[in-house]
């Protein structure tokens, strides 16, 4: 287990130490708690306002149209100029057959 020795400012202290006596806990547990949980709502998935859906969904309309119409030759040769790339680890040689044949002769993955 790690140790950190950490300088508050006295309110600070006094604030925590409260909380963690209202808790019923240690003021070390009371801060690793806190930290956890301050630590965790960064991979917590957050609801989206609708207006910011609008916005990104305008945006993303926008993206689409300026970036025009490809025949679908265009789009072969596009395909046909990309770099290969090695499937990822742990992504068997089962699993890519399995995504050939859902994606259909459209699409190369090798």
């Known amino acids: ?3 950190l020795t950490l300088r ?3 309110s600070l202290h006094q604030q925590l130490e409260m909380l963690a006596e209202h808790e019923a806990v240690s003021l070390n547990q009371y801060i690793v708690y806190a930290l956890t949980r301050q ?3 960064a991979y917590t998935v957050q609801p989206v306002a609708d207006k910011a859906i ?6 993303y309309s926008a993206l689409l149209q300026s970036l ?3 025949t679908a030759d265009e789009i072969a040769a ?4 990309r770099e290969p790339a090695e499937p990822e680890e742990g992504l068997t040689p089962e699993v890519v057959e399995r ?3 859902r994606l259909g002769p ?5």
């Open 106 to 110: 459209t699409y190369n993955l090798s």
């Open 1 to 3: 287990m790690g140790r």
């Open 68 to 70: 025009g119409q490809g």
């Open 8 to 10: 508050l400012p006295d």
């Open 54 to 59: 609008r916005e990104q969904r305008a945006a």
């Open 99 to 101: 995504l050939r044949r």
């Open 39 to 41: 630590a965790t709502l």
């Open 78 to 81: 596009a395909l046909a100029e």
